[in-house]
Nanobody
Framework: QVQLVESGGGVVQPGGSLRLSCAASGGISTIYTMGWYRQAPGKQRELVALITSGDKTNYADSAKGRFTISRDNAENTVYLQMNNLKPEDAAVYYC??????????????WGQGTQVTVSS
């Protein structure tokens, strides 16, 4: 069974930086797009950034210029470098993977989420 495990969340002051990581494991045939979404209390889950298997990236307007998404295909891992964090960036960040497991259909997979708190 495919699992996505995030790490790197925490508490940071405004203007600070965090780096999130998400490793996919289990019986994986192919990983297509990977990315990050976030959900703040009382709000819907929203896209932060996506990266294709060919390293094409897509960012939410709120993330452009401050966040950088990257991936290590050999390690089945996606990263999100977040700089100049603002209080409005506080949320639970979820890893996403468009994955074809071994012997199964292509499917959307999600991590359990990691909390990012931005507070002075």
């Amino acid at each position: 069974q495919v699992q996505l495990v995030e790490s790197g969340g925490g508490v940071v002051q405004p203007g600070g930086s965090l780096r999130l990581s998400c490793a996919a494991s289990g019986g994986i045939s192919t990983i297509y797009t990977m990315g990050w979404y976030r959900q703040a209390p009382g709000k819907q889950r929203e896209l932060v950034a996506l990266i294709t298997s060919g390293d094409k990236t897509n960012y939410a307007d709120s993330a452009k210029g401050r966040f950088t998404i990257s991936r290590d295909n050999a390690e089945n891992t996606v990263y999100l470098q977040m700089n100049n964090l603002k209080p409005e960036d506080a949320a639970v960040y979820y890893c996403f993977g468009d994955i074809m497991p071994l012997g199964a259909y292509r499917q959307a997979c999600w991590g359990q989420g990691t909390q990012v708190t931005v507070s002075s």
